[in-house]
């Protein structure tokens, strides 16, 4: 294993490749699973660096495989690969080339530092105690459902790993800070559709129709009660209803026929999010009755929440003190209820995820994940490289991160 100072002095020597290939994945984004361009270019530099490279797997996943040819773990690292599907607002010189979509949550960084972390240990293998490295490449983290990291999970190309981790982008820490959330990360993020439907009638005359949008409010009204009052006030859940769709503006004399309405529902108990499910149908179907409509409810349930292991994010954060000091980690206080499809990985591997900070006011970093205007520090790479490293280094060589498991 190399010295804390050694892996920040060698990562520094990746930073222009990393960005060089973070930029040119920014100016070409590609959305879901659709990502020939992105995972082409991600195998062939794998290839390149000496990797045994799969695909063929969860449609556009790219596997990425480093044997040392001696015994020890197999220890995987994830990114995501996947853009949105909005129009960038920016001025960089490499902003995306492509109508309706852009890099605004950071997965070209992701990519482009895994790929970093390849081609370091492919010429770092020497310090390599023994093992597998496995460097999973992963469409969809956006979506559709049920996003990538399922499918890959579901294709076994992990089966024998020991252990797991990933990090994201996060424009609330400083640029060259690293953040470890232990316990409790991400909530589970689920979504539900109501559709209503009735006849329609005059507006003078409400009694010869149904009004489907004071029966909508009514159910609105229950569906937040379900928080409020059925729910223990100390479980955490969080519904929102994020659209209603019904009518025209310019029309205002027609009750209309059809309406409907969606959102989420967020948590991190399996049994308050099965409950939160069958009680919004329970709602929609008892008001509906009441106000003689016909509704048609459905819910989806996407992505699980997930709890950091505990070996694996301790391990994360000495890790990034060892090698940024204790100045640049943070502890993060409290858990997410946003959602991310690594949940998937940390139902079945012993895995964690942790944030780098890529905030910078003076070069106008500032801006939250998913907006049009977001931007990355670049000079986070080197030094969140560096945790990278150390972390695969310390997760084959520690016999501790694995006693009990």
């Known amino acids: 294993m190399q010295k804390p100072d050694e892996i920040m002095n060698d990562a520094k020597k990746y930073a222009h490749d990393i960005i060089e290939w973070r930029r040119d994945i920014h100016a070409h984004p590609e959305i879901g699973f659709d990502l020939p361009r992105t995972s082409g270019k991600v195998a062939e530099l794998l290839k390149e660096f000496g990797y045994e490279v799969k695909t063929g797997f969860a449609r556009s996943a790219v ?190 004399n027609v009750l209309p026929a059809e309406l409907t309405f969606g959102g989420t529902f967020r948590t991190y108990d399996d049994e308050v999010r099965e409950y939160i499910a069958k009680r919004i149908g329970e709602v929609v179907e008892k008001i509906a009755d009441m106000n003689g409509v016909k509704a048609e409810y459905s819910e989806s349930f996407n992505f699980p929440y997930f709890r950091n292991d505990d070996d694996v994010i301790d391990t994360i954060y000495h890790s990034a003190l060892e090698v940024l000091g204790p100045d640049k980690v943070i502890k993060k206080p409290d858990p997410e209820m946003g959602s991310e499809d690594f949940a998937w990985y940390t139902k079945k591997y012993k895995a964690a995820f942790f944030f780098f900070g890529i905030r910078n006011e003076e070069k106008d970093c500032v801006y939250s994940l998913h907006s049009p205007k977001f931007k990355i520090d670049e000079d986070t790479f080197a030094p969140t490289l560096a945790v990278y490293v150390n972390t695969v280094y310390h997760l084959l060589e520690d016999d501790k991160i694995y006693e009990g498991k």
């Open 63 to 252: 596997l990425g495989i480093l044997d040392t040819g001696k015994p020890g773990r197999t220890i995987a690292v994830r990114a995501d690969m996947d853009a949105l599907g909005m129009q960038e607002q920016t001025d960089l010189p490499y902003k995306s080339e492509t109508d309706g979509a852009c890099h605004a949550c950071g997965h070209d960084s992701h990519t482009a530092m895994l790929l970093g972390l390849a081609k370091y240990l492919s010429e770092h293998k020497a310090y390599l105690k023994g093992g597998k490295i496995k460097l999973i490449f992963q469409p969809a983290e956006e979506g559709p459902v049920p996003g990538g990291a399922k499918l890959v999970v579901d294709s076994g190309v992990l089966d024998d790993v020991d252990a797991m981790f990933g990090a994201h982008a996060q424009p609330l820490y400083v640029a060259g800070h690293v953040g470890c959330k232990y316990g409790d990360a991400f909530a589970s993020g689920d979504f539900f559709e109501v559709k209503l439907t009735g006849p329609g009638s005059h507006a003078a005359s409400p009694h010869k129709g149904k009004d489907l949008i004071t029966t909508a409010a009514e159910m609105v009204s229950a569906i937040q009660n379900i928080r409020t009052r059925e729910i223990p006030p100390l479980k955490t859940a969080v519904i929102s209803i994020c659209s209603i769709n019904c009518g025209k503006l310019e029309t205002k």
